[in-house]
């Protein structure tokens, strides 16, 4: 499993990709703002050749672009748009929930604050990713093309 991580704190991102690579053998690739996020799917910027991720994780609370911005851009691309999508953020406001949920998002959980918190959010993550069924990607060859 691929995973691009796009979050701007970088105890949260170490945090998260030190359980998803020792307890889940994930490849975790991440960036810390909303401008990486898009030259990272798009191959631009030192990106050139990057791996299309299974799933995106988006903190919504983004420098340069915000995580609303990085979901409406991926949500209006055919060639992004059949990436799921799952929001971690610190923010627990109805409206936010809301409109990430208009935006297509495939889930969005609220961070957790505690280690076993952030544990227990990757697990469920985890069984929820390998319960469902997902729509076919694209083929590698026309990733980043």
Do not use: H
């Amino acid at each position: 499993m691929k995973l691009l991580l796009v979050d701007d704190s970088k105890p949260d991102v170490t945090i998260l990709s030190r359980i998803f690579k020792n307890e889940c053998d994930w490849e975790v690739f991440s960036v810390s703002d909303g401008e990486q996020a898009l030259n990272y799917l798009y191959g631009l910027d030192g990106f050139a050749g990057a791996e299309r991720p299974d799933v995106v994780i988006l903190d919504l609370n983004l420098p340069k672009q915000g995580g609303f911005k990085v979901l409406e851009t991926m949500k209006e691309d055919d060639s992004l748009q059949s990436i799921p999508v799952v929001v971690l953020s610190t923010s627990n406001n109805q409206k936010d929930i809301n409109r990430a949920y208009d935006m297509q998002v495939s889930a969005y959980y609220v961070k957790e604050t505690t280690l076993d918190g952030v544990r227990s959010f990757i697990r469920n993550f985890v069984n929820w990713w390998s319960a469902v069924t997902l729509p076919e990607m694209e083929k590698e060859d026309e990733w980043n093309t």
